[in-house]
């Protein structure tokens, strides 16, 4: 199955806008989604840039979103719990939560990747998205992605 991801601030292989960069504000945009199948217990979010030197550079980490949960809005704070109970990942930035496409050079791509688990993670905050993707393997019922783009 497949999720549709979507955001106002951009569309599918559009630009990002300044403001959720390193040479804006640095927010996580807003992200809307539809297509949860049943059965669903929890939502993880990863975006990364495919595009970064040193190999993928990873942005945001993002997991135990409410499994009826449809939408972010912008400017999640970088708090390592959320109110719903999602918890940050640790970033390539070596920080929580959201940071923005801040690329040395050139038009990158990110890519904003959902993923509908039939299970509730048991990852403490802080989890790398490697240990995230470990921890999801054999429990992933769907997933979306959005792609923007991004050049300095």
Same mark, same amino acid.
């Given at each position: 199955?497949?999720?549709?991801?979507?955001?106002?601030?951009?569309?599918?292989?559009?630009?990002?806008?300044?403001?959720?960069?390193?040479?804006?504000?640095?927010?996580?945009?807003?992200?809307?989604?539809?297509?949860?199948?049943?059965?669903?217990?929890?939502? %993880? !979010?990863?975006?990364?840039?495919?595009?970064?030197?040193?190999?993928?550079?990873?942005?945001?980490?993002?997991?135990? !979103?409410?499994?009826?949960?449809? %939408?972010?809005?912008?400017?999640?704070?970088?708090?390592?719990? !959320?109110?719903?109970?999602?918890?940050?990942?640790?970033?390539?930035?070596? /920080?929580?939560?959201?940071?923005?496409?801040?690329?040395?050079?050139?038009?990158?791509?990110?890519?904003? /990747?959902?993923?509908?688990?039939?299970?509730?993670?048991? #990852?403490?905050?802080?989890?790398?998205?490697?240990? #995230?993707?470990?921890?999801?393997?054999?429990?992933?019922?769907?997933?979306?992605? !959005?792609?923007?783009?991004?050049?300095?």
């Amino acid at each position: 199955m497949t999720i549709t991801l979507t955001s106002s601030a951009f569309t599918e292989g559009a630009m990002i806008p300044r403001r959720h960069t390193c040479d804006g504000e640095d927010t996580s945009p807003d992200l809307k989604w539809s297509g949860v199948p049943n059965g669903t217990q929890s939502l %993880a !979010l990863i975006c990364d840039d495919p595009d970064a030197p040193v190999g993928t550079w990873v942005h945001w980490v993002l997991f135990n !979103l409410p499994a009826d949960a449809t %939408a972010l809005p912008a400017g999640i704070p970088a708090d390592s719990a !959320l109110k719903t109970g999602a918890r940050h990942g640790k970033n390539d930035f070596r /920080k929580l939560g959201y940071g923005g496409p801040c690329p040395p050079g050139g038009l990158h791509r990110y890519f904003f /990747k959902i993923y509908a688990l039939d299970t509730v993670l048991t #990852l403490e905050s802080g989890s790398t998205k490697v240990q #995230l993707l470990a921890a999801m393997k054999g429990h992933t019922l769907a997933e979306g992605q !959005l792609m923007g783009r991004y050049k300095r």
